[in-house]
Nanobody
Framework: VQLQASGGGLVQPGGSLTLSCTASGFSLADYAIGWFRQAPGKEREGVACISGGDDSTVYSRSVRGRFTISRANAKNAAYLQMDSLTPEDTAVYYC?????????????????WGQGTQVTVSS
């Protein structure tokens, strides 16, 4: 049972990046998926999540309108499309899953975490 986030890198302000979250050993279709980030010296922040049923989504205020979460159950993957990136988006990004029916950006509800991927927004 493993999650892996990938797709991070260095991007200029105003640029875009798409992160992927892939699962092995279980089906992502059975779970809600969240994307979180943690910048140096800051607490982990939930930025987006998508339900396991009707694909309802929730975004944090800091990324709403710029980030889009999606899932592709056939590929056992989820994605985070990030547009209009700013230096404040620089962080390690993680994906996580929860079987909870409560769609939340609070990390306490998520029990399966992947290794993170670094996103750096800088000119």
């Amino acid at each position: 049972v493993q999650l892996q986030a990938s797709g991070g890198g260095l991007v200029q302000p105003g640029g875009s990046l798409t992160l992927s979250c892939t699962a092995s050993g279980f089906s992502l279709a059975d779970y809600a998926i969240g994307w979180f980030r943690q910048a140096p010296g800051k607490e982990r922040e939930g930025v987006a999540c998508i339900s396991g049923g009707d694909d309802s989504t929730v975004y944090s205020r800091s990324v709403r309108g710029r980030f889009t979460i999606s899932r592709a159950n056939a590929k056992n993957a989820a994605y985070l499309q990030m547009d209009s990136l700013t230096p404040e988006d620089t962080a390690v990004y993680y994906c996580a899953t929860t079987a909870s029916l409560l769609l939340s950006l609070q990390d306490k509800y998520y029990d399966n975490w992947g290794q993170g991927t670094q996103v750096t927004v800088s000119s």
